[in-house]
């Protein structure tokens, strides 16, 4: 069994700055990608950044030059620097990792999700 644990959320002014970090643990062989999603209130969830086993990432549009992935492959953890928040940032964030366990097969996990409230 695998677990995601996620943290880092929480209340922050307009153009402030905050850290999520989301640690896998369990029977995991090794993490092909990493990344989170959100869901805003009274939307569908949506895309936000991935990171994969190579490094190689991909951002939504809409956090572009403000967000940044990291992953330590050592601790099976990736982090989220959002800097330059804005009120649209408000949403629950939800880490999700594709993971290989040791028969080889590749499963989706996902985090408990964390409240991110940005202010206006």
Known sequence: QVQLVESGGGLVQAGGSLRLSCAASGSLFSINAMGWYRRAPGKQREFVVVVTSGGTTTYADSVKGRFTISRDN???????????????????????????DYRDYVTPYWGQGTQVTVSS
Do not use: F, G, H, W
């Open 74 to 100: 050592a601790k099976n953890t990736a982090y989220l620097q959002m800097n330059s928040l804005k009120p649209e940032d408000t949403a629950v964030y939800y880490c999700n990792a594709l993971i290989r």
